[in-house]
C-alpha cells in the first residue's frame, strides 16, 4: 500500500487507515523537511513545524480535490508554518539568540571533488556489474521505491532471490572498489 497511488492513499487516510497515513508521510516526509530546514528554524520549532504540516494533512484531508497536487500543497502548508513560526519568534528572539542546526548549504570546499571522486568510483565499480545486476541495483534505488514483489516481477526472479543478489552485489561492489578482502 505505501506506494500506491495518492488518491487511494488519501482515500484511505481519510477513512482513518493508518497504514494509509504512515504510507504518506514515508512518501513526502523527506519533502517537508526540505522545506522546512530551508528556513533555518531551530531544532525544536522545525520538528513543531513539520508535526503541524501532518496536523493540517489530517485536518484537510477531506478538502484535497487534486491529489496529483498534494506535494505541492505540503510543500506551501510547511512554507506558511514556517514563516508563522518566525513570525512568532521575530517577537521573542533573545538577545544572544544561537541557532542550533547546522547549515545544510555550508559545505568544505574539498567536498564537491571528494564528491566527483566517489560518484566516478562509484560508477567504474557498477560498470563492472553484469547487466542483470545493473538493472536490479536500478530498481532498488528507484525512486519512489519498488517494493520487492514489483522487482520481481519486472525482472521475472523469484522475490526471495532478490535480497541474496542485491547483498552479493554490494558486496562485489565492494571488493571492487576495495572496502573488502
Same mark, same amino acid.
Given at each position: ?15 482513518? &487507515?493508518?497504514? *494509509? ?17 530551508? #528556513? $533555518?528554524?531551530? &531544532?525544536?520549532?522545525? +520538528?513543531?513545524? #513539520?508535526? %503541524? ?6 485536518? +484537510?484531508? /477531506? ?13 506551501? %502548508?510547511? @512554507?506558511?508554518?514556517?514563516? $508563522? ?11 544572544? #539568540?544561537?541557532? /542550533?542546526?547546522? &547549515?545544510?548549504?555550508?559545505?568544505? *570546499?574539498?567536498?564537491?571533488?571528494? &564528491? ?5 568510483? *562509484?560508477?567504474?565499480? #557498477? ?15 528507484? /525512486? ?11 525482472? /521475472? ?14 558486496? @562485489? ?9
Amino acid at each position: 500500500m505505501s506506494h500506491g497511488p495518492v488518491a487511494s492513499l488519501l482515500e484511505a487516510a481519510s477513512n482513518g &487507515d493508518q497504514t *494509509a497515513w504512515d504510507a504518506l508521510v514515508e512518501r513526502y516526509a523527506r519533502l517537508v523537511w526540505s522545506v522546512v530546514r530551508g #528556513f $533555518r528554524l531551530d &531544532d525544536a520549532a522545525a +520538528h513543531d513545524v #513539520f508535526q %503541524t504540516v501532518w496536523l493540517r494533512l489530517v485536518e +484537510h484531508v /477531506d478538502r484535497i480535490r487534486e491529489p496529483e497536487r498534494l506535494p505541492g500543497w505540503l510543500s506551501m %502548508t510547511a @512554507k506558511n508554518e514556517c514563516i $508563522r513560526v518566525l513570525k512568532r519568534q521575530r517577537r521573542q528572539i533573545p538577545s544572544e #539568540f544561537e541557532y /542550533d542546526v547546522a &547549515d545544510p548549504i555550508a559545505r568544505d *570546499a574539498a567536498e564537491p571533488l571528494i &564528491d566527483l571522486e566517489t560518484i566516478e568510483v *562509484a560508477m567504474e565499480a #557498477f560498470g563492472q556489474l553484469s547487466a542483470e545486476h545493473q538493472q536490479l541495483m536500478r530498481l532498488l534505488c528507484a /525512486d519512489p521505491p519498488l517494493d520487492y514483489e514489483t522487482i520481481a516481477s519486472i525482472i /521475472d526472479r523469484p522475490i526471495g532471490s532478490i535480497g541474496p543478489t542485491r547483498a552479493r552485489c554490494l558486496a @562485489k561492489l565492494r571488493a571492487i572498489i576495495g572496502e573488502e578482502p
